[in-house]
Each structure stands twice: as C-alpha cells, then as structure tokens.
C-alpha cells in the first residue's frame, strides 16, 4: 500500500535540497549501481497551461545523496493538471523499474494526489481511476513505496522537466511552420 508520511519525519530529504534548482547535471551516468538496500527518490510533477491545456510531466530519480539517475520529460497533449501529475508519478515509476530500483520515495507537490495514495481521498474521476490502477499495478515490481508531499518550491527540478515538455513541443510547432 502506498502510503504518505510526514515530511517531518523525514531526515534525508534536505541533502537533496538542490534538486530544486535547475543546476543538476546535464548528463546522466551511463554506469549506474543500484543498492537494492537504498531508498531512492523520485521527484515528480505535472504541468498544464490551462486546465485542460497543453500538458508535460518530470519526474527525477536521484541517490540520497542527489546524484540524479534519470530524468524523464513526456509531453502529455491536452489534458488536466491533475492527469499530468499521474503521469509524472506513472513514467517516473516506469524509469525506477527500469533501473532495478527497489526502494522508493516518491516526491510530490500535489497534496490531492498524495491524499488519494493515502486513501483519505478517493479517486473518482473518471480519468484518474484508470492512471491510479497502472500505479497501483506497477506496485509489485518494488519492496517498498512510499509517498510524500513536499511543497513546490522544494519541487522545482520535476517541474521544469513537465514544463520543458511543453515548451519543445511548442518550439517544435514553430519549426516546422
């Protein structure tokens, strides 16, 4: 069951700090050594101008130490933002299990989504019943999740990959014309 626990409660969350800024590294290591014992994070975020609108999500899964392993940035088309934060959350736990990851704290500024995790909320729209159950099916593949909400300016880093999905998009469109 994934679950929320208090950002309090959690020590390590301030040495990864500078995942907020857009300083993190341009490359990602091509040799990575996952510790199948280590708790790693997940950074997610969804972005849409207009609600509905033009749609990205980020996410980036670092070490405790804030050594990124993987950014991932999906245009998602015109959606809401409440789809696009599934989604961060849904190609961020595709890029964990892709890497051998076992252990995972995801990392969210969407306190909804986090509560709907928790179940104090339930999921009822019907857009988001589907995204919660590729989540909820891609449990399994990890000893352990968990879920935190953080607030946005801690959030930065995922947030700019959503939105930068969005902008090449755009930039993209203006190319070809």
């Known amino acids: 069951m994934l679950r929320c626990t208090s950002v309090r409660g959690l020590r390590y969350l301030g ?25 790693y994070l997940m950074y997610t ?41 599934y989604y961060g959350v849904i190609h961020g736990l595709n890029a964990a299990k892709e890497l051998g990851i076992q252990k995972l704290l995801i990392c969210l500024d969407s306190e909804l989504l986090c509560r709907q995790f928790k179940g104090e909320y339930r999921v009822k729209h019907p857009d988001l019943v589907p995204l919660m159950q590729r989540i909820r099916d891609a449990e399994p593949h990890f000893q352990s999740i968990q879920m935190q909400h953080v607030y946005r300016e801690d959030n930065t880093a995922a947030d700019a990959l959503a939105n930068q999905a ?3 998009y755009l930039n993209d469109l203006v190319q070809k014309t």
Do not use: C, M
């Open 15 to 39: 040495k990864v700090r500078w995942l907020s800024s857009t300083a993190w590294p341009n490359a990602q290591d091509k040799e990575q050594h996952i510790d199948p014992s280590e708790t």
């Open 45 to 85: 975020d969804g972005a849409s101008r207009g609600n509905p609108g033009l749609a990205g999500s980020g996410s980036v899964i670092a070490n405790r130490e804030g050594r990124v392993l993987k950014k991932v940035s999906v245009y998602l088309g015109t959606v809401t933002n409440n789809v696009a934060e």
């Open 166 to 168: 969005i902008d090449d």
